[in-house]
């Protein structure tokens, strides 16, 4: 079975950082996925870790640990909207994904 | 610039109404999959697809079906609805393994249909 553990909410002040922890049980695990949801419309894709370590693009870096079972997104220089739903996916085999209920960011001024 | 079309953004629909919830994707790809979103629980998968006419049950496939008879389309059926089957469904579709880069099978959704039974 699958198990992907995120925290629900958290809070951060514009220009801050804020990190985002998820871990994962998965069986066959292949690789870890975080997507972006803003209120009332689709998840669109932030990154993707299959090997351990880190990997930046722009203010958004995501972690991997496999050997823990963990994940981590940072989101650096935070901006009004950057508010919104973050969801950690764990990829089980070649297509399928396993997700987290989501954590809500909310950026305050 | 990739795109994935679900038929409706609000639907409401009574108890033991037979419903059809449309999703169309135009990138090719081989993979489509229906999920449904609620408060608390995250996305929870309810059938895939893999290549036309070809399906699989997801986590959750009670109560629905699904079909798909062209590569582009992927239809979700509520034979009857009930009213626990109010929710956020969502759309995706993806590339196979074999044609996606570094094996970063990156699932595109649609925008999403709120359905609610009453």
């Known amino acids: 079975g699958q198990n992907i553990d995120q925290p629900t909410e958290m809070t951060a002040t514009e220009g801050a950082i804020v990190q985002i922890n998820c871990t994962y049980q998965?069986?066959?695990?292949?690789?870890l996925f975080w997507y972006q949801q803003h209120a009332g419309e689709a998840p669109t894709f932030l990154s993707y870790n299959v090997l351990d370590g880190l990997e930046e693009k722009g203010r958004f870096s995501s972690f991997l640990s496999r050997s823990k079972g963990y994940s981590y997104l940072l989101l650096k220089e935070l901006q009004m909207k950057d508010s919104a739903s973050y969801l950690c996916?764990?990829?089980?085999?070649?297509?399928?994904?396993?997700f987290g209920a989501g954590t809500t960011v909310t950026v305050r001024a | 610039d990739v795109k994935v079309t679900q038929s409706s953004r609000y639907l409401v629909k009574r108890t033991g109404e037979k419903v059809f919830l449309e999703c169309v994707q135009d990138?090719?790809?081989?993979?489509m999959f229906w999920y449904r979103q609620d408060p608390g629980l995250g996305l929870r998968l309810i059938y895939f697809s893999y290549d036309v006419k070809m399906k699989e049950k997801g986590d959750i496939p009670e109560g629905y079906s699904v079909s798909r008879e062209k590569k582009e389309r992927f239809s979700l059926i509520l034979e009857s609805a009930s009213t626990n089957q109010t929710s956020m469904y969502l759309c995706?579709?993806?590339?196979?393994?074999?044609?996606?880069?570094?094996?970063?099978?990156?699932?595109?959704f649609g925008a999403g249909t709120r359905l609610s039974v009453l």
């Open positions: 998965t069986s066959g695990f292949n690789g």
């Open positions: 990138m090719d790809h081989e993979n």
């Open positions: 996916a764990a990829k089980s085999n070649d297509y399928k994904l396993s």
């Open positions: 995706a579709s993806s590339l196979t393994s074999g044609r996606a880069l570094a094996g970063k099978n990156i699932q595109y």
